[in-house]
């Protein structure tokens, strides 16, 4: 079946650096791609998503880039604040053949004051 | 506030009980979703409801049950359960069954002794 793979499962950066975020898709029919930031007693909340016909895009201190040909796509956040500190989710949905959103594992970020 | 509720936000229960956990949005969509949530696992799905019509059911346990009395209420009703149940209880809503964005509530957290 469908899966998505993300890596890694934890990552600690100090506070200012960077953090990047990655996850691999299988089905190559997948055409949209959110990912999803969970702090902890929430539920998930989407930050950002991009969808197969655009590579890059970017909001403020986030930003995913997608690459169709090797079904990959990753998260990359800039300047790390210690609230930013949170599990990450990506995901893969398709439009056709069903609706099905397909999350990764999940990273747990830790960003040190 | 993202517009989806969940009660309880804990429960614990024996396995020989029967309890029911309940979700409703104010956002005014047309689907509903339950996942279960475990740690280091990928968001599994388990129930869609379209319209208050259930649409999938992903090979999940005759001990879980959900109802969607109208489009607004959601419940996932527990009887029988195991302890290796016990997760992070999921709702989420979107505007409508294809939609991409999933709007989360903050989750019940259930353990079964």
């Known amino acids: 079946g469908e899966n998505v793979e993300q890596h890694p499962s934890t990552l600690s950066v100090q506070e200012g650096d960077s953090a990047v975020i990655k996850c691999t898709y299988s089905d190559s029919a997948s055409n949209y791609f959110p990912w999803y930031k969970q702090e902890l007693g929430k539920g998930p909340q989407l930050i950002i998503d991009?969808?197969?016909?655009?590579g890059e895009k970017k909001d403020q201190r986030i930003a995913v880039t997608l690459n169709k040909t090797a079904k990959h796509f990753s998260l990359h956040i800039t300047e790390t604040q210690p609230e930013d500190s949170a599990v990450y989710f990506c995901a893969a949905k398709r439009d056709t053949g069903g609706f099905k959103t397909i999350f990764g594992a999940g990273t747990r970020l830790f960003v040190k004051a | 506030e993202t517009g989806v509720t969940q009660t309880p936000r804990h429960l614990v229960m024996g396995m020989t009980n029967k309890k029911s956990l309940k979700c409703e949005q104010h956002?005014?969509?047309?689907?509903m979703y339950w996942y279960k949530q475990s740690a280091k696992k990928p968001l599994e799905l388990m129930f869609v409801?379209?319209?208050?019509?259930?649409?999938e059911n992903n090979s999940v346990p005759s001990r879980f049950s959900p109802e969607c009395p109208n489009s607004s209420h959601l419940f996932l009703h527990l009887h029988t359960l195991q302890p290796e149940d016990s997760a992070l209880y999921l709702c989420?809503?979107?505007?409508?069954?294809?939609?991409?964005?999933?709007?989360f509530g903050p989750g019940t957290r259930l353990t079964v002794l």
């Open positions: 989420a809503s979107s505007q409508d069954q294809g939609s991409d964005t999933q709007y």
């Open positions: 991009i969808r197969s016909n655009v």
């Open positions: 956002l005014g969509h047309n689907a």
């Open positions: 409801y379209s319209l208050e019509e259930r649409v």
